[in-house]
């Protein structure tokens, strides 16, 4: 596998600030479809592990940097977390994340053009306990034309995937 700066080509991305939320990961060449562009790395903790390293968090605060990989393991990209963490999210993404020996990649869904912001749907859960304003503790400003708002999966979606990003209890 080749990472972002292996050999002498130029590397595939790089983070800087997005109009979506925060930072973001932008594509500096054209990025063939289906290139794992990059490994969504952390510290590797169970899902108790992360309850307890978050539940002090504020509700408001929705950016954590948790993907679940099964129902063993989350990984937690805020401790020893690479760039793969601030690709954001989005509805009408150009990558997505692929789950593959319980290890975590982001590969290209189509080919990418340089400067386009790189982005995966987050997939993340709804749980029965979800308060009446998730949607909009999770809304999603990805301006795609079929943006549905949120980052959470639709409601009527009937089985919920089994990996994907993860957030901490939303409580009130
Ligand atoms: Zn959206």
């Not at 306990?129 to 949120?150: I, L, M, N």
């Amino acid at each position: 596998m080749s990472t972002a700066s292996s050999g002498t080509r130029r590397p595939m991305f790089r983070v800087r600030r997005s109009k979506v939320h925060g930072l973001g990961v932008f594509a500096l060449r054209r990025i063939r479809k289906g290139t794992r562009i990059v490994e969504y790395l952390g510290d590797r903790v169970s899902h108790r592990e992360a309850d307890r390293r978050y539940e002090q968090k504020t509700t408001d605060d929705n950016h954590t940097f948790l993907f679940i990989v099964d129902r063993g393991i989350v990984i937690d990209a805020g401790v020893n977390g690479n760039d793969a963490r601030f690709i954001n999210h989005g509805c009408d993404p150009n990558c997505e994340s692929v789950t593959e020996d319980r290890r975590v990649f982001v590969e290209a869904l189509r080919t990418i053009q340089p400067g386009e912001e790189l982005k995966y749907d987050y997939s993340i859960g709804r749980a029965k306990d979800d308060p009446p304003d998730v949607d909009v503790v999770f809304a999603c400003h990805c301006s795609a034309e079929q943006c549905r708002g949120t980052m959470l999966w639709p409601a009527k979606r009937p089985k919920p995937r089994k990996s994907g990003r993860r957030r901490q209890r939303v409580r009130k």
